[in-house]
Antibody, heavy 117, light 107 residues
């Protein structure tokens, strides 16, 4: 059974940093691209970033480019999102998702990031 | 960035009726279009990918059609468990983008 479990969400001040993790199980992690998608409270889905199975290629939404960094450790079956220079508008539930050639077929339940002073 | 526009924002449907949801892309995404269902407090669920291919374990009452810039998700006979928010997503171009969602509610 495919499982994705996010962690690391917290309350952080504007300008602060946070690292999210997504522990994967039930599939060959290194064979799949992985993504982060966020959802602000009461709002729709916003794509954040994606990384290929090998970790060699990454893409970012313009809203986070230069501030966020996606990475993965295939030996630990774990996906990461390093978030720096956080802003109030980054407040959201962050979910990891497995890529099925661009569509996302499995999602975690998400971890809440709140940026506030 | 490709803008995905969904209509209507809210769709009121009686159980057993047919529901038709639309998604328009600001430029062609070929058939690289997915549909998701999200219920309150739950993660999104992939329904359709490649514009018309049902994902694993998705009931046959869900169907997708379209290509290029115009896409449709049809639920042939709405069940009580189908009342949710539906999102389209293009994966033809970077950055990937979602529509703003269509909420289906009980009429």
């Amino acid at each position: 059974e495919v499982q994705l479990l996010e962690s690391g969400g917290d309350l952080v001040q504007p300008g602060g940093s946070l690292r999210l993790s997504c522990a994967a199980s039930g599939f060959t992690f290194s064979s799949f691209g992985m993504a982060w998608v966020r959802q602000a409270p009461g709002k729709g889905l916003e794509w954040v970033s994606v990384i290929t199975g090998s970790g060699g290629t990454t893409y970012y939404a313009d809203s986070v480019k230069g501030r966020f960094a996606i990475s993965r450790d295939n030996s630990k079956n774990t996906l990461y999102l390093q978030m720096n220079s956080l802003r109030a508008e980054d407040t959201a539930i962050y979910s990891c998702a497995r890529s099925l050639n661009g569509a996302y077929d499995y999602w975690g339940q998400g971890t809440l990031v709140t940026v506030s002073s | 960035e490709i803008v995905m526009t969904q209509s209507p924002a809210t769709l009121s449907v009686s159980p057993g009726e047919r529901a038709t949801l639309s998604c328009r892309a600001s430029q062609s995404v070929n058939s690289k279009l997915a549909w998701y269902q999200q219920k309150p407090g739950q993660a999104p669920r992939l329904l359709i990918y490649g514009a018309s291919t049902r994902a694993t374990d998705i009931p046959a009452r869900f169907s997708g059609s379209g290509s290029g810039t115009e896409f449709t998700l049809t639920i042939s006979s709405l069940q009580s468990e189908d009342f949710a928010v539906y999102y389209c997503q293009q994966y033809n171009n970077w950055p990937r983008t979602f529509g703003q969602g269509t909420k289906t509610e009980i009429k």
